[in-house]
T-cell receptor
């Protein structure tokens, strides 16, 4: 089967750093994506890792270890607006038209 | 440029009825995918269409069908609706080439009563 595991909830305070982990088990793997979704909204793209290592985009960074089937999303200098659900998703077919999503991690940022 | 647009935004249907959801991709995008997102869970892949041909199908019953038109817009049809079909239906489009990002629409919230 295919599965992605991520924590269901994470709570942190404004200005802090938080890491959301994702482990995956899929039949195919081309890359790991991260998406943010605010309540009732569209998922929006944050990052994509195809190769091992760290990718940094502003306050957000994403890491991938293919040998460990593991990745994480790192959010720095947390802001209230970062309160949302975060999903890791595996691109298992070489095109991002068919993504396998995790169950999502709800991040609550407190003042 | 307009993003991915979906219609309608909300829909209430009765069990046993049929529903058609519509999606217009970002201009220039030839790939359209459909996902079902049940409350509290991640999106689940239903279909992908590329250049009007089905490129992939998720683990959904035959009651679910889709098609893509020459202008790359797409429709998702669900027949014989069940209460369990109540969900947010998301459409995503993606481009070609070095393609690492899927662009999602706001979704259609379907409630089956």
């Amino acid at each position: 089967g295919q599965s992605l595991e991520q924590p269901s909830e994470v709570t942190a305070v404004e200005g802090a750093i938080v890491q959301i982990n994702c482990t995956y088990q899929t039949s195919g793997f081309y890359g790991l994506s991260w998406y943010q979704q605010h309540d009732g909204g569209a998922p929006t793209f944050l990052s994509y890792n195809a190769l091992d290592g760290l990718e940094e985009t502003g306050r957000f960074s994403s890491f991938l270890s293919r040998s460990d089937s593991y990745g994480y999303l790192l959010l720095q200098e947390l802001q209230m607006k970062d309160s949302a659900s975060y999903f890791c998703a595996v691109d298992g077919s070489g095109n991002t038209g068919k993504l396998i999503f995790g169950q999502g991690t709800t991040l609550q940022v407190k003042p | 440029d307009a993003g991915v647009t979906q219609s309608p935004t909300h829909l209430i249907k009765t069990r046993g009825q049929q529903v058609t959801l519509r999606c217009s991709p970002i201009s220039g995008h030839k790939s359209v995918s459909w996902y079902q997102q049940v409350l509290g869970q991640g999106p689940q892949f239903i279909f992908q269409y590329y250049e009007k041909e089905e490129r992939g199908r998720g683990n959904f019953p035959d009651r679910f069908s889709a098609r893509q038109f020459p202008n790359y817009s797409s429709e998702l049809n669900v027949n014989a609706l069940l209460l369990g079909d109540s969900a947010l239906y998301l459409c995503a489009s993606s481009g070609t080439g070095d393609n690492t990002e899927a662009f999602f629409g706001q979704g259609t919230r379907l409630t089956v009563v």
